[in-house]
Each structure stands twice: as C-alpha cells, then as structure tokens.
C-alpha cells in the first residue's frame, strides 16, 4: 500500500514520527511525507526510505500544516493517510479522545496503529553522514579540548540560559546553525561529558538513539504535560 503521513513541521516532531514511517516500510508499504521544503535535503538523506514531498505554503496556515500535504497525498493517489497533529490550533481533533487521553508523541503513534516502542527503534533507521558529523567535531571542538558539555538551550519558539547548570570546569559547546544538517552534530553529542539541553529536536534525538552515557544528562522542560514527549533515558530534569 501507498501511505502518507502528514507531519510538515517540527524537526523534534519529525524525528518523534519517523520511526512509524519505518514500521509500515518494514511491512512493505511505500511512505510518503510531505514536510516544510527547507528541511527536504537532509530529511530526504537521513531517511532515504521515505519519499519526502516538499510543502511550499507559507508556514503557520492550514494549507502548510493539511490541505497542501493533502492534496500531494492524494494526488500520489495513497491508500491510507495519517494525520499525526494530536491538536491544530481551533480546528477540532480527528480522534478527540487519544488528544484527551495521551501525550502528543503516544497520540501519533496511536492514531498510525504502531507499537508505542518503535519510538525507540530510530537508530535502526537513520542514516549518518560521519564525514559531515566529524568535519562539525573538528570545526566546534577542535583538538585540545578534551572534555566538553555539549548545550542546546534555543529552539524555534523558545530559549533558555544554560549557564546556571553548566559546569565551569567544562568547556561548552552550543548547537549553532553553522550546518545545513542538524544531524551533524549528532558525533559531537556522542563524544561529549555531558549535555544539557531544553526539551526540542537534539532532546528527542538523544532519547531515541538511547544514548545515555554521559555523566550528567540535563533537560530543561518548557511545556505542560500532554505537550511534552515521553523520555525514558537517565534524565535530570529542571
């Protein structure tokens, strides 16, 4: 079967939703997902199984967020389509009683019919470019710094300062736009002491690959519960 996915924005909301893409492609079924044209390119290498569709809508619209990613799903002619948006401004849910009931991640999984767990299963999946990744170490680590904490603290609607938590004694490297992949820094998350980080895309990223050996793990939240995914990795939670 032919199965569309509609999902256009959000980069920790993609990463969240890829590995349900993954389970119908393990079943045989072909995916495609029509996402913000901008994150096309390095979507389309991270996941080369799914059939990315660039969505060319203004953004913060109903034609960028449904009735564009609709109109490309069903003009591919898809069997099944998902909505994965647990809620979309005033328009009323889909299935208001998974919004009553479950997180916003739970509710994507629940509306697809995929195991809950498959959330876990992204390192099964991803592609990485680790010439790109370690080219990124090189540039933001260098080669003397041998212990560092890796800190994001900017998301795309909302910010926090990290250095109340950091340590001093460590050598802080901030996730900066200075790549057109944001999964570049993925070697130098790996590699770092430890990280701190506001609940958004490089925190999904770390719970889902389940990397957990960093010696501190802090993660700053910033929404109320049914809004904030489920992590399940050694967390400190501020």
């Known amino acids: 079967m032919r199965i569309g996915i509609i999902q256009t924005h959000g980069l920790g909301d993609i990463v ?15 995916i495609f997902w029509p996402i913000d044209k901008t994150f096309l390119s390095f979507m389309s290498f991270a996941f080369p199984q799914i ?12 034609d960028y967020f449904r009735y564009e990613p609709e109109s490309l799903l069903n003009n591919l002619g898809c069997d099944n389509v998902y909505e994965l948006y647990s809620r979309l ?19 994507k999984y629940g509306v697809a019919g995929v195991p ?9 999946f991803l592609k990485r470019d680790l010439k790109s990744e ?24 909302w910010s926090v300062n990290m250095s109340d ?40 990223l770390i719970d889902q690959l389940n990397l957990n050996h960093f010696k501190v793990m802090h993660l700053v939240l910033r929404s109320p519960h049914p809004f904030t995914p489920t992590f399940i990795q050694p967390w400190k939670y501020q």
């Open 134 to 157: 370690f080219k990124l170490l090189k540039k933001v680590v260098g080669v003397s710094t041998s212990s560092y904490a890796f800190v994001h603290e900017e998301g795309s609607s």
């Open 116 to 124: 809950f767990k498959w959330k876990w299963f992204l390192s099964d």
């Open 51 to 62: 059939c990315f569709l660039p969505v060319t809508a203004e953004p913060n619209n109903l």
């Open 16 to 30: 969240i939703a890829a590995p349900i893409a993954y389970y119908f492609i393990e079943r045989g079924h072909e």
């Open 165 to 204: 938590y950091v340590s001093s004694k460590l050598t802080t490297i901030k996730a900066k736009p200075i790549t057109s992949n944001p999964f570049d820094w993925l070697s130098t998350i790996e590699m770092a002491d430890e990280v701190f980080v506001i609940d958004s895309f490089f925190a999904n």
């Open 89 to 107: 401004g005033s328009e009323p849910s889909k299935h208001p009683r998974f919004q009553e009931c479950l997180t916003f991640d739970q509710y």
